[in-house]
Each structure stands twice: as structure tokens, then as C-alpha cells.
């Protein structure tokens, strides 16, 4: 793709303006209004085309002629899909693990796969391997100044930019369990029609499973706040069988 309509897609975002909606039931639950950032609406599935798509684009004015990610998923389709968008090819390394859905998803957006390692951390050796070559680039999934403070929830190392912040911001973390996350993928759908990831889950179970609720009867939050926002921020590695399976495996039915 050249011409105006390159010098278009370099220039205008890839992500869309999402909504922010009401929950009425995850109101109820909490006892406050609660409001969904639907970044699941994307139209790579998930938050990650804002950052993503941003380097893209920073990276084609630079001459870029070949874009390489190394993604358990979301990222790679965002870079996928930027790609597209402006033209380029792209080549998208993914662990041996990764679902035949997100391979496809990747293929019909046009990008080459390669499956390498058995985690994230050996696809993006190759990743980086790859991006050597000429006109070539890689585009991080995570942890860079134009992309976010993001991380996969199955990664071994901690994004730096996200250290930064846990040291000067007020940050209160918690962790969830398996099962919770699980059942709040379960109950968003029927409350709300929406099916997401359980790395998104794990968001949702804050309210859900009344951790919310606990941290301020223990003082780590104000007993009363104004409102509560989620960020729902969706994924591609998930549909109604996939969905079961992760209940099955975890006990649930």
C-alpha cells in the first residue's frame, strides 16, 4: 500500500473511542455505581491495538518494511492488524502452546506465524533474533514508553515501566484466585452479554467475589467511593468451549 492512503493509515489511530457503561449488576454487587471501560470492543479484540497500533505507526514513518512480535495472542493480532493497515508484513512468533484460534485469527489478518518455545520468553528471543534483518522491527508487546504499563498475566518478569509506577503511585495490589477470575468470565456473560479472557476475569472477580467489599471494611479503601471503573479489556483467546473447558479443569460445573 502506498500513496494517500498509506500516508492515511500512518496518521489516523487504529483504536476505536470505547464505550463506558453502567453495570447494573456488578453495581448491585458492590453496592456503588460500577463502569465498564469496554476495551473489548477493539477492533483487534483487546486494549493492546491503542499502544500497539501507535508504534506501528511510528515505525512505518521510519521506513519500517517488516513488523515481528512475539505475543501469547492479543499483541500479536493488534500488531497483525496494524500491519494491515499500513500495508507491511508481519511475522508474529508465538509459543507452542497457542491456540489454533489465535493462529488463525493472526493468518487472516494476513501475518506469517512461526510457533517457538514452549513460553513467551523463548518466542521472543526468535522475535528479536528476526528483527535483525533489514528494515525489520520489533514490536514490543509490553513495557515501552509508546506501547503501556501492560503484562501478560503468564509472564515471568515484571514490566518495568509497571515497577515505576508501584513506587510512586498509590497502588494497592491483590490477587485472585483461578476459580474467581474463571467465574467472573462466567457471570460478565451473563450479566452483561460480554465474553472476555480470564486475565480480564481476574478484574472483574475484584468485584464479584467481594474483594472489593472486604478491603473496605479492612481500611485499604474509603468505605464509600463515588464509583468504580473496570477496565474490561477483552481478549481473543476465549469462546463458549474454551469457556467450559477452563470450568471443567478447575473444578467447576
Request: net charge negative; hydrophobic share 40%; aromatic share 4%.
Amino acid at each position: 500500500m502506498d500513496g494517500p492512503v498509506a500516508e492515511h493509515a500512518k496518521q489516523e489511530p487504529f483504536h476505536v473511542v470505547t464505550p463506558l457503561l453502567e453495570s447494573w449488576a456488578l453495581s448491585q454487587v458492590a453496592g456503588m455505581p460500577v463502569f465498564l471501560k469496554c476495551e473489548n470492543v477493539q477492533p483487534s479484540g483487546s486494549f493492546k491495538i491503542r499502544g500497539i497500533g501507535h508504534f506501528c505507526q511510528e515505525m512505518a514513518k521510519k521506513g519500517c518494511r517488516h513488523l515481528v512480535c512475539s505475543s501469547g495472542g492479543n499483541a500479536g493480532i493488534a500488531a497483525a492488524y496494524a500491519a494491515r493497515k499500513l500495508g507491511i508484513p508481519a511475522t508474529i512468533v508465538l509459543p507452542e502452546s497457542t491456540s489454533l484460534q489465535v493462529v488463525q485469527r493472526l493468518q487472516g489478518e494476513g501475518a506469517e506465524v512461526q510457533l517457538t518455545g514452549k513460553v513467551w520468553d523463548e518466542a521472543n528471543l526468535r522475535a528479536q533474533e528476526l528483527a535483525k534483518r533489514d528494515g525489520w522491527e520489533n514490536v514490543p508487546p509490553f513495557d515501552h514508553p509508546l506501547i503501556c504499563v501492560a503484562k501478560s498475566l503468564g509472564a515471568k518478569t515484571v514490566a518495568a515501566r509497571a515497577l515505576e509506577c508501584m513506587q510512586v503511585c498509590k497502588i494497592h495490589s491483590e490477587v485472585v484466585e483461578d476459580t474467581e477470575a474463571v467465574s467472573a468470565v462466567q457471570q460478565l456473560l451473563d450479566d452483561e452479554r460480554m465474553l472476555v479472557e480470564p486475565a480480564c476475569g481476574a478484574a472483574l472477580a475484584a468485584i464479584y467475589s467481594g474483594l472489593l467489599r472486604r478491603l473496605q471494611a479492612e481500611g485499604c479503601l474509603p468505605p464509600s467511593l463515588t464509583s468504580v471503573v473496570v477496565i474490561v479489556c477483552g481478549g481473543n483467546n476465549i469462546n463458549s468451549r474454551e469457556l467450559q473447558a477452563l470450568k471443567t479443569h478447575l473444578g467447576q460445573v
